[in-house]
């Protein structure tokens, strides 16, 4: 089954205390993103990558990190959380066209994470 | 930087009404076109992709117009289950989506 998942699930901490939120896909896609949802300002991108050891800032990068050692894998990392780092969070993969033709790829989301920072 | 808007209703309705939601897009290079659904806390699930001609899978009709920079999503005869948010989502070619903050829909008994 094609799939987006992400761990954990659920995740409440500590100001300070460096946390990774996983991401893995099964779909052998190149493009990997994270987003916040917070009520209000709709889903935001964080970091997002074009293919392995490719990555970008997306709209809002502080306060946190990725990786893409891996295809499958997009670790989101968090040095020292904040509390207005709380938030839902998505990973989410796709295929694309290489030659920028317009695409009807989509984004396949994981489930979401759903981290408070205390 | 607002490149997609979308009226945040939210939209009440009865069952069997028709609705529609317009979601208006800055960029006019943009090349692919969605509409999401999303249920409270959970995944953004595509609903359909919007092309050029219009396209329609059931009761869910979706229309692109490039000229005013707007796309469009028609729910006819809606269902109690049809309440959701729903999300355009556009993009340019190899980069990523861009969403809208989403239209809340209520579908009343």
């Known amino acids: 089954e094609a799939q987006v998942t992400q761990n954990p699930r659920y995740l409440i901490t500590v100001t300070g205390k460096k946390l990774t939120v996983t991401c893995s896909q099964n779909m052998n896609h190149e493009y990997m993103s994270w987003y916040r949802q917070d009520p209000g300002l709709g889903l935001r991108q964080i970091y997002y990558s074009m293919n392995v050891e490719v990555t970008d800032k997306g709209d809002v990068p502080e306060g946190y990190k990725v990786s893409r050692k891996e295809k499958r894998n997009f670790p989101l990392i968090l040095e020292s959380p904040s509390p207005n780092q709380t938030s839902l969070y998505f990973c989410a993969s796709s295929s694309y066209a290489p030659s920028g033709a317009p695409s009807t790829d989509t984004q396949y989301f994981g489930p979401g994470t759903r981290l408070t920072v205390l | 930087r607002k490149e997609v808007e979308q009226d945040p209703g939210p939209f009440n309705v009865p069952e069997g009404a028709t609705v529609a939601f317009n979601c208006t897009y800055s960029?006019?290079?943009?090349?692919?076109f969605f509409w999401y659904r999303q249920d409270c806390r959970k995944e953004p699930k595509l609903l359909m992709s919007v092309y050029s001609s219009g396209n329609e899978d059931g009761r869910f009709t979706a229309q692109l117009n490039r000229a005013s920079q707007y796309i469009s999503l028609l729910i006819r005869d809606s269902k109690l289950s049809d309440s959701a948010t729903y999300l355009c989502a556009v993009n340019m070619a190899g980069y990523a989506l861009n969403f809208g903050k989403g239209t809340s829909l209520l579908v009343t008994p």
């Open positions: 960029n006019s290079a943009s090349q692919s």
